[in-house]
């Protein structure tokens, strides 16, 4: 029972302490709460109050954004700024920075216009007295302007005179005219019949040029044939042949103008036309043992026809005692390569003691075309030109050439007879075998057992077989 009284009188003063407490603590929030609700209301006081003052501030910045800029302005402080920024840009650029606002620049151009209204008072000050002078000088110039009207007027009738006379000779002139052209149309007609006549003259000299022509190309056939003729003349005989050593002797020497190196070819004994035989071989001169003794020796023959004594040599490069002279036209090929040989053709022809007067270059431009005349012996002609870009050049090079060969009557042979009748053999740097392949390369060589420098001391003529009688002993 004890126990029980005492946990219940535990429980009550638990109670009475936690309603003690609830109760403080109650009453404390209760006067915070009347403490905050009374600043709440002052702070909305405060703030209605600045609400207001923001608005009169407002309505104070629009106020005056209208009454600095006019009626029509926004109100905004940003467009009254931007504005600001502008005129004094435009208008205050000379203003100080301090100074960049409206007062001043107002200041300034009541200033400015102050000044420009004192200058435009002066102006029209100095207009006036010069408006003055000017109406005294016109009321001067009266009498000269009545001396100019006269003058105008007197001007003008003699300008009718002068045009009524003008007129006169205008039609005189046309009437000469007139008369010209008629004369002119006569002469013209004149003339006409005069050129038809003309016409007709120059119609039979080109006929009896013509005619002449013809008798001038028959003509010179029949010079060149007979120049052909002289030609096919052999320069020499060969006196002895030494097959052993592979050297010959000819009768032509120092006095009859050779000169070592020359070569010739070789035709038979018994043939009578040069020109239509065909050449056995050739030769090339070594030494000259007199005035018409020289030695040879052979550069080519064949063991079936053997060079003999008696047989005949000739070359179109030299003639005995005489100097000849050349032309050359078109390409110089002497191997057949497509390549020009001017330069080889021209050292063989001056090795022999012969002259270019005139060649075509490998450019087609003729050089030395003056210096062919009627001493000029031959016009050698040489292939075309392979080159296309080339062709019409060359060929007109060519063309002049052949074209002063036939006024000049000089007779005109292939490259390739003038290297046969000179006795010129290609040299042969490679041996071709096979289908293709050169019996001539591999002919059997002379042996050289004894020199060729000197004539043996007992020299042994060979003697031509029975079917060669004609041949020397």
Known sequence: ????????????????????????????FYQKA???????????????????AAQAKDAEVVDMCKFILGPGASGKFEDAKKQLEQD????????????????PLVEKLAGILAEKNAELKAKNDEIAKWDLKYKEREASKDPQIKNFRDSSEKAAQEL????????????????????????LATTRKEATAEIEKKKEDIGKLEKALATTKDSLEQRTTVINDLKRTIVDVPDADIRWVNQRSGLVWI??????????????AVFPADISDLSKGARKGTIEVTQLLGDHMAEARITDDTITDPIMPGDKVDTSLWNPGEQLHFALAGVMDVNGDGR?????????????????????????????????????????????HKQEAKVKQIAEGQAKMIDRAKELGV??????????RMGYKSPVSTKATGTDADSSQ???????????TKLPDQFQPRQPSAERSGAAS
């Open 34 to 52: 009347s403490e905050m609700e009374k600043k709440a209301t002052e702070l909305k006081e405060l703030q209605e109050k600045a609400s207001n």
């Open 411 to 420: 007779q005109s042979i292939s490259l390739q007879e003038l290297l046969q």
């Open 340 to 384: 020009s040989d001017l330069e080889l053709v021209k050292n063989l022809i001056t090795m022999n003691n012969g002259v270019v007067d005139s060649y075509e270059d490998d450019q087609g431009r003729v050089q030395g075309l003056s210096e062919m005349s009627i001493n000029t012996r031959y016009l050698v002609l040489g292939g075309e």
């Open 160 to 183: 009718a005179s002068a045009k009524q006379d003008f007129d006169a000779r205008r039609e005189e002139i046309k009437k000469i005219a007139a008369d010209t052209e008629a004369k």
């Open 88 to 103: 004094m840009q435009k208008y205050g650029g000379a203003l100080n920075a301090e100074k960049q606002f409206y007062s």
């Open 1 to 28: 029972m004890a126990r029980e009284n005492q946990g219940l009188q535990i429980s009550l003063i638990v109670f009475v302490t936690l309603a003690v407490i609830l109760g403080a603590t109650t009453w404390l």
């Open 442 to 452: 591999y002919r059997a060589k002379p042996k050289s057992a004894e020199p060729r």
């Open 251 to 264: 009768n032509v020497g120092r006095a009859d103008g050779l000169q070592p190196l020359m070569t010739f």
